[in-house]
């Protein structure tokens, strides 16, 4: 992570003194990639007015997926996919950043798969001059009908043999989400050898949840088994191999990863 952290540090940097302030850098990467570490470690190395929104942190409520789940498809009940975010939010936080004014930024806790209270948000004064976006689909493109028809994985034979949940996720993309991500200034993608390491790599953070949880005297036990990782991340599959199949083509900074995270290459 030290060598992602230099080579994206130097780039900001030269983006930074190109761009008007504050500039909307987008950091894509696959779950467990390195993006949180990576983001801290900008805000601390680039020594500018700075603040972090993770897309994880624009998860819908439970019970406002238990509506799309009902009234869409059964698998929206997940978080993960577009859709289970709330983008009218993440558009309003990055313009008002834009615009230089105060914001709050919002906080989910994947423990308990619920936002936190507008209360726990987390105040940022203004003006910034870095807002980092970080997420596993920031600035994802949508992929064509040909593209969608036959299932990736087992989660979409069982679950999804018609379709319909590939055309929800891929509409929200196409939509909604191009609308948020036209905000973005700048996209760093942090590409994964193949969607392969990502079941080691999102083992590793519920393995580090659970013991946050038991140092917090909260349960283990929210934290997912490797059996649940597993499942979980078919939902996220797809659009995982899309973005390393065409995003590095369009990303302003591609850096590829070996297994254990390090840069094994530059675009």
Same mark, same amino acid.
């Given at each position: 992570?030290?060598a992602?952290?230099e080579?994206?540090a130097?780039?900001?940097?030269?983006?930074?003194?190109?761009?008007?302030?504050p @500039?909307?850098?987008?950091?894509?990467?696959?779950?467990?990639?390195?993006?949180?570490? @990576?983001? $801290?470690?900008?805000?601390?190395?680039?020594?500018? $007015?700075?603040?972090?929104?993770s897309? #994880? +942190?624009l998860?819908?409520? $439970?019970?406002?997926?238990?509506?799309?789940? !009902?009234?869409?498809?059964?698998?929206?009940?997940?978080?993960?996919?577009?859709?289970?975010h709330?983008v009218?939010?993440?558009?309003?936080?990055? #313009?008002?950043?834009?615009?230089?004014?105060?914001?709050r930024?919002?906080?989910? +806790?994947?423990?308990? #798969?619920?936002?936190? /209270?507008?209360?726990?948000w987390?105040?940022?004064?203004?003006?910034?001059?870095?807002?980092?976006?970080?997420?596993?689909?920031?600035?994802?493109a949508?992929?064509h009908?040909?593209?969608?028809?036959?299932?990736?994985?087992?989660?979409?034979?069982?679950?999804?043999?018609?379709? $319909?949940?590939? !055309?929800? %996720?891929?509409?929200? @993309?196409a939509?909604?989400?191009?609308? @948020?991500?036209?905000?973005?200034?700048?996209?760093?993608?942090?590409?994964?050898?193949?969607?392969?390491?990502?079941?080691?790599?999102?083992?590793?953070?519920?393995?580090?949840?659970?013991?946050?949880?038991a140092?917090?005297?909260?349960?283990?036990?929210?934290?997912?088994?490797?059996?649940?990782?597993?499942?979980?991340?078919?939902?996220?599959?797809?659009?995982?191999?899309?973005?390393?199949?065409?995003? /590095?083509? !369009?990303?302003?900074?591609?850096?590829?990863? +070996?297994?254990?995270?390090? %840069?094994?290459?530059?675009?």
């Open positions: 992570m030290t992602s952290l080579i994206v130097q780039a900001a940097s030269v983006w930074l003194e190109a761009s008007p302030r @500039l909307i850098l987008g950091i894509c990467g696959s779950q467990g990639s390195g993006k949180s570490t @990576l983001a $801290r470690g900008l805000v601390e190395r680039l020594g500018v $007015r700075a603040a972090i929104l897309l #994880d +942190d998860y819908l409520s $439970r019970a406002l997926r238990a509506d799309l789940a !009902r009234e869409v498809h059964p698998l929206l009940a997940t978080r993960g996919v577009p859709l289970t709330d009218a939010l993440g558009c309003a936080i990055l #313009d008002e950043v834009k615009a230089g004014r105060p914001v930024l919002p906080r989910f +806790d994947k423990a308990s #798969d619920e936002p936190l /209270p507008e209360t726990q987390q105040p940022v004064d203004a003006p910034l001059d870095l807002l980092i976006f970080e997420g596993w689909c920031v600035g994802a949508a992929q009908a040909s593209e969608r028809v036959e299932p990736i994985n087992d989660l979409e034979r069982e679950h999804d043999a018609d379709g $319909r949940w590939r !055309r929800a %996720v891929n509409a929200a @993309l939509g909604p989400y191009q609308a @948020l991500f036209a905000r973005i200034d700048r996209l760093v993608l942090l590409a994964a050898p193949g969607f392969e390491v990502v079941r080691d790599w999102r083992a590793q953070q519920e393995a580090e949840l659970r013991a946050t949880l140092a917090v005297g909260r349960d283990p036990a929210l934290a997912m088994t490797d059996a649940q990782v597993a499942r979980f991340i078919q939902h996220y599959e797809r659009i995982t191999r899309a973005i390393l199949d065409e995003m /590095p083509g !369009r990303a302003d900074l591609t850096l590829r990863l +070996d297994p254990g995270r390090e %840069v094994i290459g530059k675009t």
